[in-house]
């Protein structure tokens, strides 16, 4: 048993939980979410830095150099050309450059699945 | 008679082996020094390829301060009582193509340090290594003696052009890396920064951490003295591809 088999399991319920929530919540809200781990994308932001750039609520730091975080699940665009959905979303936190070659974004080498819990935490800042 | 001849051999490698042992035993010089691989044996023959192992590593670029610098020193410590002005009088020529002990920068940084029979002192211990080092670049500059140009970055080697936004950019007005230019002292030494586990305040050491503390430190610790480093986006990748390579 080790905490990727853990990790999976939890996600296969993350996944489960956000489609049923989507379902019974879409007509309530046109707000986004991943099918990800909000609390474990939390700490994630920390290590990985994104509070270093961006002002994200609850964040130890309060970043002024890339754009505020909060309630960006709301706004259409990501990056200011990619269609806000879940998949761009995790695109763009793993592959900045490869989506905008001249953002000031860096590839943090972000993993699939942390992209995931990452984007899931990052809707569900309201 | 086979025997014989591998006991000779034998016998030959270990009395190698022991005077090697008495050359690299402490000496006098200072612990840095005697840390350090050791230069030439003291001997008349000509070195034959370079021995790396003794080209010590806190050899600075030969730039034209640096050969100015040793011109200074190599009048100052009086090198020129013996070797004239490179033209050679008691002590040999320093601008000819001869070499008793070897014409390499650490051929001639041991050759000062150690000093060599019939007259070179040993100035070991007595003037610094950056000292020694101006001088070595002065000495090689009579005979023309200077490194290929360093190579010009070939596109897509990040690391190499993010190592000049470094040098040649603000952040050495107030960091060291040991082996560069870079030898200001107001800020923290990055020789090692990619050995660091935590940032400033314990933010751990990540990437995107140090991207965020590079542009806008004042966001991460507002009371810090170094201040926002405005980087274009190219800049800002490659300076992070160099500072990874610093362990």
Known sequence: MTFSTISRHWNKAALLTATLGALFAGCMSSTISAAGDAARGEKLAVQYGCAACHAIPRMPTQGMVGPPLRGVGERLYLAGRLPNTPENMIRWIRFPREVDPGTLMPNMDVTEIDGRDLAAFLYSLR | ?247
């Open chain 2, 1 to 247: 008679m086979r025997s014989t001849g591998l006991a000779v051999t034998l016998l030959i490698s270990a009395l190698a082996l022991m005077a090697c042992d008495y050359r690299t035993s402490p000496s006098n010089l200072p612990p840095a020094l005697s840390a350090m691989p050791r230069g030439n044996p003291v001997t008349e023959f000509q070195p034959g390829v370079e021995d790396s192992a003794a080209q010590p590593s806190n050899r600075p670029e030969e730039t034209e301060l640096v050969i100015a610098d040793g011109q200074r020193l190599y009048h100052h410590f009086n090198c020129s009582g013996c070797h004239a002005s490179g033209g050679g009088a008691i002590g040999p020529a320093l601008m000819d193509d001869e070499w008793i002990y070897g014409n390499s920068a650490g051929n001639i940084f041991w050759t000062i340090i150690e000093g060599r029979p019939q007259g070179m002192p040993a100035f070991g211990g007595r003037i610094s290594e950056e000292q020694v080092w101006s001088l070595v670049a002065y000495v090689r500059s009579l005979s023309n003696l200077k490194d290929p140009p360093p190579a010009v970055p070939a596109e897509g080697d990040s690391v190499l052009r993010g190592r000049q936004v470094f040098l040649e950019g603000p952040c050495s007005l107030c960091h060291t890396i040991r082996g560069t230019s870079a030898l200001a002292t107001v800020g923290p030494d990055l020789t090692h920064v990619a050995s660091r586990k935590t940032l400033v305040g314990g933010l751990p050491n990540t990437r995107g951490n140090l991207a965020g503390w590079i542009l806008n430190p004042q966001n991460i610790e507002p009371e810090t003295t170094m201040p926002p480093t405005p980087l274009a986006p190219q800049e800002l990748h490659d300076l992070l591809d160099y500072l990874a390579t610093l362990e």
